[in-house]
């Protein structure tokens, strides 16, 4: 029975990464139907995402449809989702987990939907099997996913699993990291393709100075990952997920054309982001120094430096704060002539701490934190 064929795909992000995701899709070829702001929709035949998964810098899961219907109460989401055949779908020694978003008058609360789905699912593949998958919160295997809006229901397959943030090189975080996702926007945000030097003080576990490496390097972060949804479902061709990597794999580069440099006051932070980019393969391409950011080497004749400071929120206080994004502004002034200069924070009144004037402010959201990247150009103050 074929099930999974030309069909529709839900692929989301953060907040504030849309426009970077859908530029990402688009140069892979692919034509957006819809998109709002964590999420877009695209048509195409089921094993492209494998593709997707493996080459996409900025997205968080890439969802397959199912199923969509109508749907007035718990009742009728369990007979719609015990409609479908389960029995080629997940084998019944597979562990499921079910993920439920529900904004509907007929349901008090999703965790309630979530077990709806799960027993349509284990009920269906026991009465054709004999047998069913256990079922539980880890989203290491099987992953379904619900939408239930209104009087309307979406049914998806989560061909990633856990989210496409966990590259799986970050394994000695630092103190409050930046998801993977969030970096890899943030640097396409400011334009980074690898060919002008990213200098990256305050550098914490290393994640922005990490994914510059691999966005330089036009190797697909997925490649570091060796376990994804679609792996555990029935119609998985393994011979054709190694083709696909293979023939991803081929079209990175071994070498930089421009320097990374990523620095940090804390030798244990320094410490940590090189054994991550050591994890990620990239450890010999970055330059890591212990210093303070205002002792951080600056390439000439210029490229983009990007830092990310603490906001007051988890990590320190706003007034102690202060005299450090006063000193920001200060070294971007003095050191970074000829740069253009990124600094994102979730603190806007820390960041009129600094004495330039931005160009612009793209908005983010950084653990339910809203945040911007502030860009300040100092290319025409070099000399």
Known sequence: MEIFKKGVFLITCGRGIMPFLHREVKQLGYDVLSSHETGLEIEAEYEECYKLNLCLRTAMHIMYLLKKFA???PDELYKAVASVPWEHIISPTEYVSVVSVADTK???NSMFASQRV??????????KCDSRPDAGPQRDNVVVNLFWKNNRCWLYVDTSGNKLSDRTYRKLPYIAPLQETLAAALLLAADYDGTKALVNPMCGSGTLAIEAALIALNRAPGLLRVNYGLMHLMNFNSENWQATRKQIKKSGKQQLAAKIIASDISPQAVDIARKNAQTAGVDHLIEFHACDFSQTPMPKPGGIVIMN???GVRMGQEIQLRKTYKDIGSFLQTKCKGYKAYVFT????????????????????????????FEYDLANEYD
């Open 71 to 73: 749907c007035t109460s």
């Open 106 to 108: 007929h349901l008090k």
């Open 118 to 127: 799960k027993d349509a699912i284990v009920d269906r593949i026991m009465s």
């Open 309 to 311: 400071p603490e906001y």
């Open 346 to 373: 979730g603190n806007m009144r820390l960041a009129e701490q600094i004495p330039l004037q931005p160009v612009s402010e793209k908005p983010f959201s950084n653990a339910r934190i809203d945040c911007k990247l």
